[in-house]
């Protein structure tokens, strides 16, 4: 006898499913005893799987409590600044792409040092960069500080020709700029290996200064020049971009490599002053050609705004399928709130790790997969109301309505969570971040489905639904079932007279 192929086990993990779904909407034969065993073991892996949903939740709660701190907010919403930064070359000819390449990812660098949470940069065409710091309120500081060339020099002050420039330092000025030509420099900034700020030696004023590790050669050319200037305490030009940071006199020979920058820095010129050179030198001149900074007031009043969609149209939706679907709108109710809750939590988690910031696009991403959660749990009753007035039992029905429904919900999703990978993968700025909530969500509502609306009205249709029919509102679909088993038997009555049921 031949075998069908065909009839082997199920090739894919949705098949698999199928054909479990199935077999248990089969498996209730026997006798009462059987069948309040079978019933009971049936019951079991949805009672477990709604059991795990609850510890699921929980965590989700106390990882999400209270949102407004554990839910990162992007500059549009806790408020900040955002600047286009546009370069150039100092000599006039073209930036390529591998100068913006590289001035993209020093002033990412300078922009992570300033310590702000939830920082963008994005290179926008071919010769201007996106910054944008969440909880910045100065525009003008924030670019003096990533957008310098950091050109940092080391100069004699004996090498120094600008008269003018000589007295100022020489009477105690500050931040004196030097005429280009005037100096030749022994030393760049090149030659540094890392930085770190502490606070100034021998200074009860609170000043800070910058220790400056140099590597091998620049360590051997500045010991050869503090051997030179240490018996007469000559001066050494602490010179970035031009600008005399500071001249401290050679007291001894420094042979070890470690330089000690000071200028009476507080803190945070301290800080300033560490990035800059940690960075490196911008093979580019940045200046902003525009700026906007967002107050935080209008922010929260945006986010307050888009909760309140959001709380609204959940509103509209639950009081429709209440009108509509009576009893059953309470299990999609019970999916929004296990939707809303596996959702923030999950916004809570990427936000500890710094992989989420919540902007205006991204909420309306959220406002969408709300309502597509939404769309999805309709699909499921509905279908389970087309599988009662078919004449098939509530419990069957359950079993097939819940089968059907999600799998069309899931090609529905699919279609979606194509998009808002590639919205997410490909776009810039905040259309990536409608991208990612709205991904975000479609992966929510497949654990919803799972987790929830299947164990739920699977539970629910083993006595509950069929006890209070009215409540759950399927009375007038079992009343249209009994309708069409009634009018069954005549169907066949008139086959019989004519002979087709012999033929």
């Not at 030696?201 to 910058?210: D, E, I, K, P, Q």
């Not at 209440?322 to 939707?339: D, E, H, I, P, R």
């Not at 406002?367 to 749990?377: E, H, N, P």
């Not at 987790?451 to 759950?472: C, D, E, S, V």
Request: proline content about 3%.
């Amino acid at each position: 006898m031949a075998t069908n192929k065909g009839s082997s086990t199920p090739k894919t993990g949705v098949d698999r499913w199928k054909a479990s779904e199935q077999s248990g909407g089969r498996s209730s034969r026997g006798t009462k005893g059987g069948v309040a065993r079978a019933r009971s073991s049936q019951r079991r892996p949805y009672a477990f799987t709604l059991v795990a949903l609850v510890v699921i939740l929980i965590a989700c709660a106390v990882g999400f409590v209270p949102p407004t701190e554990r839910i990162t907010q992007g500059l549009d919403i806790r408020g900040g600044v955002s600047v286009i930064l546009t370069a150039t070359k100092p000599d006039g000819s073209v930036v390529t792409p591998d100068d913006m390449v590289t001035a993209t990812e020093i002033v990412q660098n300078r922009v992570n040092a300033l310590g702000a949470a939830e920082t963008s940069v994005q290179q926008q065409g071919t010769n201007s960069i996106l910054v944008q710091i969440p909880g910045a309120t100065d525009a003008d500081a924030a670019v003096q500080t990533i957008g310098r060339t950091g050109h940092l020099e080391f100069v004699r002050l004996d090498a120094i020709g600008d008269a003018d420039a000589l007295a100022k330092l020489q009477a105690g000025g500050e931040n004196v700029q030097l005429k280009q030509g005037t100096y030749t420099a022994f030393m760049d900034g090149s030659s540094i290996k890392s930085c770190a700020v502490a606070q100034a030696s021998a200074s009860a004023t609170g000043y800070y200064s910058v220790n400056v590790s140099l590597d091998g050669a620049g360590a051997k050319t500045f010991a050869e020049v503090t051997e030179e200037l240490a018996p007469t305490h000559g001066q050494i030009a602490i010179v970035l971009d031009g600008v005399v940071n500071s001249a401290p006199a050679v007291q001894n020979v420094i042979s070890d490599g470690n330089v000690s920058i000071t200028g009476n820095f507080t803190l945070d010129d301290a800080k300033a002053l560490k990035t800059v050179l940690d960075s490196g030198s911008l093979p580019v001149t940045l200046s902003y050609s525009e700026s906007r900074v967002v107050g935080p007031t209008l922010g929260q009043d945006s986010l307050r705004q888009g909760v309140e969609a959001i709380a609204i149209g959940a509103a509209i939706v639950i009081c429709y399928l209440f009108f509509f679907y009576q009893g059953l709108g309470l299990l999609t109710l019970g999916s929004l709130a296990v939707f809303g809750m596996i959702y923030l939590g999950l916004l809570a988690l990427l936000s500890r790790f710094g992989a989420f910031a919540l902007t205006l696009p991204g909420l309306a991403g959220i406002v969408l997969t709300t309502g597509s959660a939404a769309d999805s749990s309709i699909l499921v009753l509905e279908r389970f109301r087309e599988e009662v007035r078919m004449g098939r039992s509530v419990r069957n029905a359950a079993w097939g309505g819940t089968r059907e429904g999600i799998t069309t919900s899931l090609d529905a999703d699919a279609v979606q969570l194509v998009t808002a990978l590639a919205l997410f993968f490909m776009a810039v700025g905040p259309v990536k971040g409608f991208g990612l909530t709205t991904a975000l969500g479609i992966l929510c509502d497949l654990v919803t489905m799972f987790l929830f609306k299947a164990p739920a009205l699977r539970l629910l249709a083993m006595g509950t639904i069929q006890a209070h029919p009215k409540f759950w509102g399927i009375a007038n679909d079992l009343a249209e079932a009994e309708e069409l088993k009634k009018s069954a038997p005549d169907a066949r009555a008139r086959g019989k007279k004519g002979g087709v049921a012999h033929a």
